[in-house]
C-alpha cells in the first residue's frame, strides 16, 4: 500500500513546465476499438496509468496480444478466444464495458459484468443495452453478467435518451460494422469520442458528424489496423491550471490541446488567474493574489467536467466569497467534501449543491481518497495547507494520473510517495 505525502504551505508557488499525458478516457475507448480488426493498432502517447494495464489485461484475456514501447502501444487480436469481461475487471475499471459493443459486431457474443454500484453513485449501463439492443442484439441477465448476442448488428436511428461517454462510444464501435446506416442522436460530444472516431475512420469506418449531437456511420464489412497518436487530457491539464492559480504560481504546460478546455480556461479566467496560449499546444497560468468566487454547474461537454469538479472546490476554498457548485452529471460525487472540512475548509452540501464559504486557511491531516479525481482534490489541497497531508488509497490516483507526484515535484512542491510497510517500520 502506498500513501502520498505532502508538506504543504500556502505561500508556496509551484513554477516550472510540465508535460501534459495522453487522455485516459481516450485511450480506454481506442484500446477497445482494437478488438474491431484482426490487423495491428498502433497508438502513441498513451498514458502510463493504471486503467491503461487493466484493460490491457482484459484484452489479453479476450485473445489480443501488445507491446508497450515507452508511452507506444501496439496491439494486435488476430482471433477473439474469449468473450468474457470478469466482474473483477469491471469492478476494477468500469470502462471495461467497452468492449461489449466491439466483442458483439466482430465476435457475435459477449459476456460483461454488471458494473455495479461505484464509489461515484450508481452508474447504469442500460443506455448502453438499449442502444444495442435496438442494433440487433439480444441479452440475458445471469448470475450478475450481461450475456449478449447477436447473429448480425443492423444500422438503426438511435436516440439516447441522456448523454452518455461511454454509451456513444460503444455504440459507434458497433456500428461501425453493422449492415446499412446507423445514426446515433444526442450523442456525447466529448472531445474523447471525437477521437474515438478518427481512430476508427483511419481504421476504415465510415463515420459522419465526428464531434457533433447527430452521427452517421455506414457499416463496413472490416476495419484494417492503423496508427494514432492519442489527444493530451484535459483533465490532468485542467489539474495543473488549477494548481497554478491555487498556488499563485506559473506553469507552462506542454502538449494541451486549449480548444478541448475553453470552458475550464473561461471559469480560471473568471477566479483571477491569467491564462496564455504561448504557442500552439501550450498554455502558461498564472494565479494571482485575489480568487474571485463563482458559481459552477457541471454538465455534458462542452460544459464544466464532473471530472474537474472536485479540483474546483478547492480553489473556492480559497475565493474571497461564497460559490456554489452544482454537480448534474454524478449523484454522490461529494464524497471529497468530508475530507476537505477534515483540512479546516468550510463547505455545506444539500444535494447536489456544494457551498462553499472562502477564504479558509487549510491546515494539513490525513486523508482518504475516495475515488480518480477526488484524490487529485487532495493532493491540491495538500500543496497550499499548512504542514503535512496524507492522502490514504492512493490507487485510485494511479488509475488515471501518471506520475503526479513526479511532476508535481519539477514545479516545485514537496510531495512524495511513500510506502505503508515503510511508514510501520518506523
Ligand atoms: C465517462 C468518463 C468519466 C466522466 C464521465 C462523464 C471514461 C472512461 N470515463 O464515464 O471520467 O466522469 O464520462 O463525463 O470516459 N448513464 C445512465 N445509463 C447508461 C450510461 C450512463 O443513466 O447506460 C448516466 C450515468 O449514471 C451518469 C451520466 O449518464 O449520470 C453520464 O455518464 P457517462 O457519460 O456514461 O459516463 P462514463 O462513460 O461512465
Redesign the pocket.
Known sequence: MEKIRIIGSPEKPLRGKVTISGA??AV?PAIAASLLTREKVHLTNIPLVKDVFTILTLMSELGAEYEINGNSLTIVTRDVIRHEASYQLVRAM??SILVLGPLLARHGQAVVALPGGCAI????????LHGLEKLGANFILEHGYIKAEAKKLRGTVIEFE??????TENLIMAATLAEGETILKNC?Q?P?VADLCELLIKMGAKIDGVGEETIRIKGVSELGGTSHDIIPDRIEAGTFLVAGALTRGDIHLDQVRPDHMTTIIEKLRYSGAKIEEKEEGSLRVQGSEEIKPQDIVTS?YPGF???MQAQFMVLMTQANGTSIITET??DRRFLHVNELLRLGANIEVHGDKAIIKGKTPLSGAETTATDLRASACLILAGLIAKGETIINDIEHLDRGYERIEEKLKQLGASIERISTEKENKK
Open positions: 485516459k478516457n480506454l468500469r470502462a453513485g450508481s452508474r447504469p449501463i442500460d443506455l448502453h441522456k448523454k452518455t461517454v461511454g454509451g456525447a466529448e474523447e455534458p467536467p464532473t471530472d452529471i454524478f
